[in-house]
Structures are given as C-alpha cells and as structure tokens.
C-alpha cells in the first residue's frame, strides 16, 4: 500500500506523457515500421510493462521478518522488472532515434526485444519465488436473517467502541485519542434517512479522517473488511434501527436462553454471546484495556493488569461484577483517582445480562454446558397445604 501510488500515479504518468510528446519526438512522415522503430519500441514496452505490474500486484505479501532468501530475491527484483529496466529500455530508444539519427532499426528492435526478454524472464523468477497465495475459505451469509446476525457480530467487534451497542453514541468516552468527540448518533433518522447504503458503505470502507473514523476497507489494510462484511453491517443498522425497515420476527430470538431459577449459565452458551456483543469491541489485542482480553475463556480468567482481582471465583468483590453494577475501581494508592471506570463506559447492561455474569461469576465460571448443569440447583418447592375435607 505505500508503493501504490507507483503503480496508480506514477507509471500511468510516464506513459501518457510518452504518448502526448511522441508526435513531437518522432516527426517522421514514414509509415513503414522499420522507419517506426522508437514509437513502436516504446510502446511494446509499455504494454509488456503494464501486463507484468498486473501480475507482480497479485503478489502475497508476508511480513519481511518472515520471508525466506528466494522471497527476499522476489521482492528485491520486483521494482527492476516494473521500473528499471523498462525505464532504461525507453530511454536507450529515444536517445538512439532522437540523436543519433543514422542508427538502423534493428538495433532498437534488439534493445527492445532484449530488455523485453529480460523482463519476463524476471517476472516469471519473481512469481516462482513469491510467497505461496494463501486460499481462505469464508462463510458467506446468504439469508436476510444470517446477514444480519453476520453485521451484528461484526459491528460488536469493529463499532460499538465508539458508537455503542444500540449506536446512540453522540460524544466518545473512553477511547484513546478520540475522548470527547462529537459525533453523530448513528442510529438516528438524520443519518438513517439522509444516508443511502452506498455511501454507507463507503464511509465505513474508507473512513472519515476528519471525523476521527478509520477506514476499515481491505484497501487499506489486508485484515479489513470484504465488502461481504461491509454489507452486511449496513443490513444490519437498516434493520435494527431505520423504521422504515421491518425486522424479520427470525432475527429477534435472545442474545442468549433465559436463565431459569436456579440455573447455572455456561461460558459456552450464555457468556460467549455477552461477550462477543457487549466487550470484545474493546477487550482485545491493541486497544487500551489495562491489558485485560476477552476473545477467549482463557483470557477472562488470566489476563490484565489486575487479573488476581478481575475475576475470583464465588466472590461478589470481582472487580469484574462491581464495574458492570456501575460501581468504579479506585487506586488503592490513590484513593481519589479510578483504577477502573464503570464498564461499558457509554452504556448500561441489560439486568438479565447482570444477572447472567453474577451467576456464572458466583458459580465458579463453568466453561461447558455439562459443567454448569451440574450446579444446578433446583428452587425449593413450598408445600402446598391440602384442604381438609
């Protein structure tokens, strides 16, 4: 991506130029090709040259700490085949044909063909040393109701940081470099109405810096977002939050089952859904989190600067349960200053959300299914006392 603009700005540039300042290099009146040569020269070599780019973008990359000698050798040639020699042979041929005038045409047809075959030796070098294209098998959503629930889990992991899980987020709280900042609520009709989904789309893809957004487009980074995904976020705010949208009755089932009295979640299926919706937008590698993850069962239970303290099992002083009930972790140190704020910042959990993470929490944090059932423990049954006759 940094060298792009090699490719979009500066070779196109070259070409264009050489075919706006042809006529006025070669003013010969001759049509017969060997009396042609330069022009004809220039110009295989610039196809040749935009056929070999094309391949060479198709490249795999891989972090340069991980490359192996023959993808050293394939990245080094690459800017030789795309630039150097094509520049070399186009200069060679206009310095010849301009002046020295008596030069015969098949010297520049040999200048020509030679660097051509130069370049195409060097391409095919440059694809067998490349690094082998990985083939990534993605699940596609293909129902409405799937397209949702895609963009729903999508916008839990890449907005709700920033915009909040019901997108009613007009000021930034709690994110680095964007605290206080003024946006719109996403949610709302005045975006909803006047925004169509191409340029939601767009705006998602591609940003907007002066807003502080970035873009999230495979475009600018190789991690980003397909324009599956892309699309399926916008299907998803259409229809959670556009009233002009009926949601289809499929995708309003819970975020996890109810919870029965007595019942025990499990991680598996009670707090994995929560965590996905509600934390993992912020609780990951690279954000500012006090180095307390939740991508896994794992990193729950062992992660952060105060992991000792986050989550102990049977005890309601979890700094964990305290922040979610709205109560804020202060500095033992300094008593006046918070170790850690409520959480989530801009928003308030659900109460059978609450009640989920308590239990689980007092329960000892049972991963599977099976290991929460055998906690169960049944509500006692008050006797009912039989009328006398």
């Not at 040749?48 to 700490?65: F, G, H, K, R």
């Not at 047809?109 to 490349?130: D, K, N, P, R």
């Not at 300094?334 to 959300?353: A, C, F, H, Q, S």
Request: glycine share 6%; net charge negative.
């Amino acid at each position: 991506g940094k060298i792009e603009w090699l490719a979009t700005v500066l070779v196109p540039s070259i070409g264009i130029g050489l075919i706006l300042l042809l006529p006025f290099i070669d003013r010969s009146q001759d049509r017969y090709y060997a009396k042609r040569a330069m022009p004809l020269g220039i110009m295989f070599i610039m196809v040749l040259d935009i056929v070999i780019l094309t391949l060479i973008s198709n490249i795999s990359t891989v972090p340069q700490d991980e490359w192996t000698i023959l993808e050293k050798l394939s990245a080094w040639l690459q800017p030789y085949v795309g630039l150097v020699i094509p520049g070399v042979v186009m200069v060679a041929v206009i310095v010849l044909a301009k002046f020295f005038k008596n030069t015969s045409w098949q010297l520049i047809a040999w200048i020509t063909g030679v660097g051509s075959i130069l370049m195409i030796a060097l391409t095919i070098a440059i694809l067998a040393f490349a690094p082998p294209s990985e083939v990534v098998e993605t699940e596609v959503a293909e129902t409405l109701v799937d397209q949702i629930f895609a963009g729903q889990d999508l916008y839990a992991l890449h907005c709700v940081e920033c915009h909040g899980d019901d997108g009613k987020v007009a000021v930034i709280e709690g994110v680095e470099g964007l605290e206080g900042k003024s946006i719109s609520p996403i949610n709302s009709r005045d975006v909803l109405y006047t925004v169509n989904d191409a340029s939601m789309a767009e705006i998602i893809a591609y940003g907007r810096p002066d807003s502080g957004m970035p873009p999230f487009g495979k475009m600018y980074n190789p991690e980003g977002l397909s324009k599956s995904e892309i699309d399926n976020i916008v299907i998803f705010m259409r229809y959670m939050w556009d009233d002009r949208f009926e949601l289809p009755a499929e995708a309003l089932k819970p975020l996890f089952p109810p919870l029965a009295d007595g019942e025990v979640p499990s991680y598996d299926v009670h707090i994995a859904p929560i965590v996905k919706r509600y934390c993992i937008s912020c609780h990951r590698a690279g954000k500012d989190n006090n180095e307390y993850l939740m991508t896994t069962y794992e990193e729950i239970l062992t992660t952060g600067d105060n992991k000792e303290k986050n989550i102990i099992a049977g005890s309601p002083e979890s700094y964990f349960l305290q922040v979610i009930q709205g109560h804020a972790i202060m500095d033992p140190a300094n008593p006046n200053e918070e170790l850690i704020g409520v959480m989530p910042p801009k928003t308030t959990l659900k109460p059978n959300v609450i009640d989920a993470f308590v239990r689980w929490i007092l329960s000892g944090m049972p991963r599977t299914a099976e290991e929460a059932a055998a906690l169960f423990i049944p509500p006692l049954m008050e006797p009912t006392p039989t009328p006398a006759p």
